[in-house]
């Protein structure tokens, strides 16, 4: 469970009912049955990649907040994105709790941003927030195995001979860019063992 005193932090707010159902709200989505992956690991995760990144952010806070609300819609099946609908999650909550409107325009903005991790050169917010969210890539082999076992426990109704080539070919893409990390930080400490767990998670699903 993530102490609520981090949702508080990001929010940069006291404890009272509205931020509390706020953050039990949060947790609750997080905790889905069907989520495999995008859970409260994940979000924890991701949290710590920020604050270990917060420096290069230009909005540490922002930031966070983006961490909180990034996969708070998650559905396998819906008419618009589960990154839109978390971003209009954010939009409608964060004014409630006395987020000023331009911090929540960027929180909603950064959590967009996430469907594709596409942001013009230069964006420290969107930076931070996609090394954090990718920091997976680097884990040890024994946890990236766990984080790809994951992974393919959300596409359980997908067969293996669907799943496995598409899957092979996401990351085969992602190899294909010129560094997987935009900050400089995470690329110095990241790029090459997430390289290495990707290349051998490809292997295996095309043997």
């Known amino acids: 469970m993530i102490h609520i005193s981090r949702w508080l932090a990001a929010l940069d707010a006291p404890e009272d ?16 049955p069907h989520r495999r992956y995008h859970d409260l690991r ?18 540490a806070d922002a930031v966070r907040l983006a961490a909180w609300f990034h996969d708070a819609v998650y559905a ?11 971003a209009r999650l954010a939009e409608r909550i964060l004014p409630e709790l006395g987020v000023s409107p ?41 946890r990236y195995e766990e984080y790809a ?19 092979a070919d996401i990351l085969s893409a992602l190899l294909d860019s010129p560094t997987l990390y935009r900050t400089a930080s995470a690329r110095a ?11 051998a998670e490809i292997a295996a699903l095309r043997s």
């Open 17 to 32: 009912a509205a931020n509390n159902a706020a953050y039990r709200d949060l947790v609750a989505r997080y905790t889905e």
């Open 42 to 59: 994940h979000l924890t995760e991701v949290l710590d990649g920020v604050d270990d990144l917060a420096d290069e952010a230009a909005d």
């Open 76 to 86: 396998a099946v819906a008419e618009i994105s589960n990154e839109e609908a978390s």
């Open 102 to 142: 331009s911090r929540a325009a960027e929180v909603a903005r950064l959590v967009r941003l996430t469907e594709k991790h596409a942001a013009a050169e230069g964006d420290r917010n969107a930076s931070v927030l996609f090394d954090a969210d990718l920091a997976i890539l680097a884990a040890s082999p024994a």
């Open 149 to 167: 076992r994951a992974v393919r426990a959300e596409y359980a109704a997908v067969p293996d001979d669907v799943f496995r080539p598409a899957r």
């Open 189 to 199: 400490r990241f790029e090459e063992p997430a390289r290495a767990n990707m290349t």
